[in-house]
Every structure is written in C-alpha cells, then in structure tokens.
C-alpha cells in the first residue's frame, strides 16, 4: 500500500464515519467548542468533502449572528400577531404552489 493510498483510506474512514444528518445535529457542539479532537476532526473532513454541510453551517453562523442583533425583551403584540399571519399565510401559500 502506497503512502497516498494510505492517506486516502484515512480520509475515507474519518469522512465517511459522518453523515449529513450527524453534521447538522452536531452543528451547535462545533459552533460552542464542544466536540472532542476525533469528533472535531471528523466534522472538518466532512465539511472538506460536502458543499452542502458547509453551506449549512455558514446558514447557521449567519442566523446565529442576525439573532444576535435582535434587542432584548418581548416582541410588541402588534409584531407578534404580524409575524404569526405571516407565517401561516406562507405555510398555506407552500401548500397551494409548492
């Protein structure tokens, strides 16, 4: 076995021990710190090797950001009802023109 194969089969085994659905709930431990070496890097071969988890977790360190943005305290009633109409409005829209 070739040094490049052996490279190769431990990319392997370190990427493809993760799935995508493992990627997104584990997203939240990564973004905190939280995971462990070998979980860590297992997470960042996945993302070397998945454009779609990647764009995932720029959506979630995005969404993380805009919601750090948002004042402290409730939502104005008038807000809330807005955002609820809003909400189920689009849900039925989806429903109608997927």
Do not use: S
Request: aromatic content about 8%; glycine content about 8%.
């Amino acid at each position: 076995m070739t040094r490049d194969d052996l490279k190769n089969r431990m990319i392997n085994y370190l990427a493809g021990q993760l799935t995508c659905k493992e990627v997104t709930e584990a997203v939240t431990d990564y973004l905190e710190g939280n995971l462990g070496f070998v979980e860590w890097m297992r997470f960042q071969m996945h993302l070397g090797l998945c454009q779609g988890c990647r764009r995932y977790l720029r959506q979630m360190r995005l969404t993380l950001r805009t919601l750090g943005t948002l004042p402290m305290g409730p939502i104005p009633l008038a807000v809330r009802d807005e955002l609820l109409q809003r909400f189920r409005t689009w849900k039925a829209d989806r429903t109608v023109n997927p």
